[in-house]
């Protein structure tokens, strides 16, 4: 199993763009989420779904929007990207959407806005 | 949402040291986890503890939980150079919804 597959690595864009970041996992979790992590304040919850179809806010969830047409499929789309949207993003999942299981992450997207 | 907050935020240790890290939460749990994170990399999980679980072990990990006064406490024993990482706390306060804290670095000194 690969796991988690973020893509891409890395992407710089301009302010006012829109960008989608692409996320699988191919272990039949229900669960999977978003998280954004910047220096110095931890790994904060974006958005979440506990199955196809289904989606909720996290934390901090203005400027982005998800959808989840698949199960193993979970992109996160910034609309008009901001400078205080540069941060690391990290996508995970889980096998229970009800709580108690553990997160697998991916390696997460660097993205920086100019 | 609630944050673990980890204590101490740095810790420099010798090969063969323990390792002790704490963590503590503002408001009720269903569970806690503890993840760690090479340098460039995701998290990896290593440990969840209930909220009705006072102690768990995995390996040369320990975690420990005290609800009465909110905290969590992550031992590593006989440090090795690849645990040189940095390690987080999550409270799950729902549905896998997690609130992590803000980290704390660890450099094993071979």
Same mark, same amino acid.
């Given at each position: 199993n690969a796991g988690v597959t973020q893509t891409p690595?890395?992407?710089?864009?301009?302010?006012?763009?829109?960008?989608?970041?692409?996320?699988?996992?191919d272990m039949n979790h229900?669960?999977?989420?978003?998280?954004?992590?910047?220096?110095?304040?931890?790994?904060?919850l974006i958005h979440y779904s506990v199955g196809a179809g289904i989606t909720d806010q996290g934390e901090v969830p203005n400027g982005y929007n998800v959808?989840?047409?698949?199960?193993e499929d979970f992109p996160l789309r910034l609309l008009s990207a901001a400078p205080s949207q540069t941060s690391v993003y990290f996508c995970a999942s889980s096998y229970?959407?009800?709580?108690?299981?553990?997160?697998?992450?991916?390696?997460g997207t660097r993205l920086t806005v100019t | 949402s609630q944050q673990g907050e980890e204590d101490p935020q740095a810790l420099s240790i010798q090969e063969g040291e323990n390792a002790t890290m704490n963590c503590s939460y503002k408001t009720s749990i269903n569970n806690l986890?503890?993840? !760690?994170? $090479?340098?460039?990399?995701?998290?990896?999980?290593?440990?969840?503890? !209930?909220? $009705?679980?006072?102690e768990k072990h995995s390996g040369r990990l320990r975690v420990t939980l005290?609800?009465?006064?909110?905290?969590?406490s992550l031992l590593i024993t006989a440090s090795r150079a690849a645990d040189t990482a940095s390690y987080f706390c999550a409270t799950d306060y729902g549905n896998n919804r997690l609130a992590f804290g803000k980290?704390?670095?660890?450099?094993?000194?071979?």
């Amino acid at each position: 199993n690969a796991g988690v597959t973020q893509t891409p690595k890395f992407q710089v864009l301009k302010t006012g763009q829109s960008m989608t970041l692409q996320c699988a996992q191919d272990m039949n979790h229900e669960y999977m989420s978003w998280y954004r992590q910047d220096p110095g304040m931890g790994l904060r919850l974006i958005h979440y779904s506990v199955g196809a179809g289904i989606t909720d806010q996290g934390e901090v969830p203005n400027g982005y929007n998800v959808s989840r047409s698949t199960t193993e499929d979970f992109p996160l789309r910034l609309l008009s990207a901001a400078p205080s949207q540069t941060s690391v993003y990290f996508c995970a999942s889980s096998y229970s959407k009800g709580g108690g299981s553990p997160l697998h992450f991916g390696n997460g997207t660097r993205l920086t806005v100019t | 949402s609630q944050q673990g907050e980890e204590d101490p935020q740095a810790l420099s240790i010798q090969e063969g040291e323990n390792a002790t890290m704490n963590c503590s939460y503002k408001t009720s749990i269903n569970n806690l986890q503890w993840y !760690r994170q $090479n340098s460039g990399r995701g998290l990896v999980h290593l440990i969840l503890i !209930r909220s $009705n679980e006072r102690e768990k072990h995995s390996g040369r990990l320990r975690v420990t939980l005290d609800t009465s006064k909110k905290s969590s406490s992550l031992l590593i024993t006989a440090s090795r150079a690849a645990d040189t990482a940095s390690y987080f706390c999550a409270t799950d306060y729902g549905n896998n919804r997690l609130a992590f804290g803000k980290g704390n670095q660890v450099v094993v000194i071979p």
